[in-house]
């Protein structure tokens, strides 16, 4: 059984950086996706980031280009998302998740594309 353990969240300022990280674990990923999503408090759960774990193809979402970037450590299952130039709007908890394959970018954006997901972790942004 997959699972998706992600940390690196916190407070922080308008204009600060944070890194999350999620450690994946309970099968081998070659082929996979993985992605984070955020969900603000009112507000449905967004795409945000994925990455290919075989390629290290990259899909951002156009709000987060030139301030977020995602990777993979393949030998140490974990996938990082560094957020830079943080701002108010970025308040949400933030899910990792995996899915079986790294389809196209509109399919990879996608919840449905994902059927393992970690319990979240939250970012708050203050002005």
């Known amino acids: 059984q997959v699972q998706l353990v992600e940390s690196g969240g916190g407070l922080v300022q308008a204009g600060g950086s944070l890194r999350l990280s999620c450690v994946a674990s309970g099968r081998t990923f070659s082929g996979y996706v993985m992605g984070w999503f955020r969900q603000a408090p009112g507000k449905e759960r967004e795409f945000v980031a994925a990455v290919s774990w075989s390629t290290g193809s990259t899909l951002l979402a156009d709000s987060m280009k030139g301030r977020f970037t995602i990777s993979r450590d393949n030998a140490k299952n974990t996938v990082h998302l560094q957020m830079n130039s943080l701002k108010p709007e970025d308040t949400a908890v933030y899910s990792c998740?995996?899915?079986?394959?790294?389809?196209?970018?509109?399919?990879?954006?996608?919840?449905?594309?994902?059927?393992?997901w970690g319990q979240g972790t939250q970012v708050t942004v203050s002005s």
């Open positions: 998740a995996a899915g079986p394959f790294y389809d196209t970018d509109n399919v990879v954006r996608r919840e449905i594309s994902y059927n393992s």
